[in-house]
């Protein structure tokens, strides 16, 4: 069996932009069928390679609209690139910032057993963690408030709590201690150093330079889809730092 948790060879990942802004379905639909739309090309990801062996850490730093998530999202399975190759070994828990799969019209107690059936936990078994969930998430209080009313912050503890709630092979996670205190962060990377240790993989983003060193063994530095630079995560941040400032 490999020692590699995830494999990334040659990746590029392409977009089309539309050159125009079509007003109406009517008018998008009419031009589509002429062959006048037109489209330019953007270049998310360009010749990406890199290895993550089982149970290391990788952090991901770089500006907005470096391509951080878009590779996330590759690894993940969210999407496939546009050349080249993702291969990933093990279960993977993808975790969002901006979208842990949550129904906002339901409440906290209601979304916990709805994410833990779309990850194939049973009803008993949710129930059983339940407590532990609200526990480590700190919603004792708003267990049966719907999730349209909770903060950031507040949906970001509860995805986090769900996520890593059992061991996972990969745990991937997008900026989601950004939005948490302190004390909130360091119980986070408290239990992803326990992941670690237990086995786990983890792909780390966060634009916190400080965040990616405590979390992750090694870094790569992406700029405008190109890979700038990888190595320990000491290196790869301190070689980031001195760019922003300059």
Same mark, same amino acid.
């Given at each position: 069996? %490999? ?14 932009? &539309? #050159?125009?802004?079509?007003? #109406?379905?009517?008018?998008? !639909? ?9 489209? *330019?090309?953007?270049?998310? /990801?360009? *010749?990406? &390679?890199?290895? !993550? ?5 990788? @952090?991901?730093? $770089?500006?907005?609209?470096? +391509? ?8 993940? @399975? ?5 050349? +080249? &190759? ?12 901006? &979208? %842990? +799969?949550? =129904?906002?019209?339901?409440?906290? #107690?209601?979304?916990?057993?709805? !994410?833990?059936?779309?990850?194939g936990f049973s009803k008993e078994y949710m129930r059983k ?23 950031? $912050?507040?949906?970001?503890? /509860? ?17 989601? /201690?950004?939005? +948490? =205190? ?5 119980? %986070? ?9 237990? $086995? ?5 983003? %966060?634009?916190?330079? $400080? ?11 992406? =700029?405008? @889809? ?21």
């Amino acid at each position: 069996m %490999s020692d590699t948790a995830i494999r990334a060879e040659n990746v590029s990942m392409m977009f089309n932009l &539309s #050159r125009y802004r079509e007003e #109406r379905l009517k008018e998008y !639909v009419i031009n589509l069928l002429k062959k006048k739309l037109f489209f *330019d090309e953007f270049w998310a /990801l360009q *010749d990406i &390679s890199f290895e !993550v062996k089982k149970g290391d850490s990788l @952090g991901l730093v $770089g500006t907005n609209g470096s +391509g951080k998530t878009t590779l996330l999202k590759l690894i993940a @399975g969210i999407m496939k690139p546009t050349k +080249g &190759s993702v291969v990933t070994e093990g279960s993977i828990a993808p975790l969002f910032a901006m &979208s %842990s +799969g949550f =129904d906002s019209s339901l409440s906290a #107690r209601e979304n916990i057993y709805l !994410v833990g059936a779309m990850r194939g936990f049973s009803k008993e078994y949710m129930r059983k963690r339940f407590d532990e969930i609200i526990d480590f998430a700190e919603l004792e209080n708003f267990v049966d408030v719907p999730v349209k009313n909770f903060s950031s $912050g507040m949906s970001s503890r /509860l995805a986090f709590a769900i996520a890593t709630l059992v061991r996972t092979d990969i745990l991937i996670a997008d900026e989601v /201690l950004a939005v +948490g =205190d302190a004390k909130f962060r360091k119980k %986070s990377e408290d239990r992803m150093a326990k992941m670690r240790a237990d $086995g786990t993989t983890v792909l780390f983003v %966060s634009h916190s330079a $400080g965040q990616v060193q405590k979390v992750c063994k090694n870094a790569i530095w992406l =700029d405008h @889809g190109k890979m700038m630079m990888s190595g320990s995560s000491a290196d790869v941040c301190k070689a980031y730092a001195e760019h922003c400032k300059a």
